[in-house]
């Protein structure tokens, strides 16, 4: 291995402890609680490095939130992959986006609630965004109905379960019944 390989090995690996010690960061106390200063002590680095890897915090909410989505699109894929059915893989889908967003709120928030710089629905639309999108549309597209764009309907179906994954985490919906709220959201919404 060259002195050059070696070093942008360990680049990575910083970076990758900067991301991870982020998100270990605002998981347990959140996002406010992630600053340079607090990221560098923890990763016993001084904060120049730090930004050598990174500009801000906003960088780094957009790598939480690259990594999220990532996350994401795996654990709806594998929550579709088993279901029979167009309607079973919706609800396996609705499920796992909503325990999604309960178990890991602070990505959920990196992705959906903060600026990490990232561009959302556009041509620069980062991969992992673009990707995470497609593990809805894989199973949504399915049930949108005659004449309705696959597209579109995701988007609303999408929407329906941010704002029930929001709504929940702030206590503004009751958790217990989550259930009924899928079964509600698949029954009315998709074409099965």
Do not use: C
């Amino acid at each position: 291995m060259s002195v050059q390989e070696r070093k942008q090995r360990e680049r990575a690996e910083r970076e990758r402890l900067i991301v991870a010690t982020a998100r270990e960061l605002a998981e347990q106390q959140g996002w406010d609680a992630v600053t340079t200063r607090r990221l560098a002590e923890r990763i016993e680095y001084s904060q120049p490095v730090l930004y050598s890897h990174f500009r801000g915090k906003r960088e780094i909410i957009g790598a939480v939130a690259l990594e999220g989505a990532t996350e994401m699109a795996v654990a709806l894929r594998a929550a579709t992959s088993t279901a029979d059915g167009p309607r079973e893989r919706v609800a396996a889908l609705a499920r796992a986006y909503l325990d999604f967003a309960a178990r890991n709120s602070a990505v959920y928030d990196a992705i959906f609630q903060l600026d990490g710089g990232l561009a959302f629905a556009q041509e620069d639309t980062p991969e992992p965004l673009k990707d995470a999108f497609a593990a809805l549309l894989e199973s949504l597209g399915e049930v949108a109905g005659d004449g309705v764009h696959p597209g579109l309907f995701t988007e609303t179906f999408w929407a329906s379960l941010h704002g029930l994954a929001t709504l929940t985490r702030a206590g503004r919906l009751p958790p217990e019944d989550i259930e009924p709220r899928v079964e509600l959201l698949v029954d009315r919404l998709a074409v099965v």
